[in-house]
């Protein structure tokens, strides 16, 4: 993402990363190794942080760095391309833009992590959610994690979104399926046989 940001700036799309806080300074700080002088836009720009194209959204944040960000985010002319968040940006925020959530290991619960990947698209556009975990993550013996969200990240063989909107309590006759399949999810991907997936 570092590689991707440092070559796109500006036209990076807008990704709110969800890591736990004990990982947002290491992440962070791997984006300034990376991206050097160029993290601020445009080119020259003050090294301050309203000019960096990347931020840190979490708890012990003053409220006004947390101000800075947010109005930021909600502005087309919003500088920051990606955000390393916790729980902390959660609901009532409304972004238009966002165009890819990536959680870094799942959150506890099928309703945070719903609620939490609701944040991309709320334009109308496509987003994207990415989940990385390994075992160790969803293990039986984590505390307060959900069996949903174990099978959720183990499933290989449903479709992802109906899942997810089935364990809302969603009627899953009233699921209306994507097409093509492959704008679905990672499972329905692997399904699809449009066109574009079979050349």
Request: proline content about 6%.
């Amino acid at each position: 993402m570092a590689q991707d940001l440092l070559k796109e700036q500006i036209d990076y799309p807008l990704t709110i990363m969800y890591i736990p806080l004990k990982w947002c300074g290491f992440a962070y700080k791997i984006f300034e190794s990376v991206l050097g002088s160029s993290q601020y836009y445009p080119t020259g720009s003050m090294p301050i942080p309203e000019d960096r194209l990347f931020a840190q959204f979490h708890s012990p944040q003053t409220k006004e760095i947390k101000h800075e960000v947010l109005n930021q985010l909600c502005s087309s002319q919003s500088i920051i391309r990606v955000v390393f968040a916790t729980v902390a940006l959660g609901m009532g925020v409304d972004i238009r833009g966002i165009r890819s959530i990536v959680h870094i290991t799942p959150p506890h619960t099928i309703q945070a992590y719903f609620q939490e990947t609701g944040r991309a698209g709320r334009d109308g556009q496509p987003a994207t959610a990415i989940l990385f975990y390994n075992n160790r993550d969803i293990a039986k013996n984590k505390p307060g994690m959900q069996e949903a969200v174990r099978h959720f990240c183990q499933s290989n063989g449903e479709c992802l979104r109906t899942f997810l909107l089935t364990s809302l309590d969603a009627n899953k006759k009233y699921v209306k399926p994507v097409s093509p399949k492959h704008l679905c999810c990672g499972v329905c991907k692997l399904q699809c046989d449009c066109s574009s997936c079979t050349a």
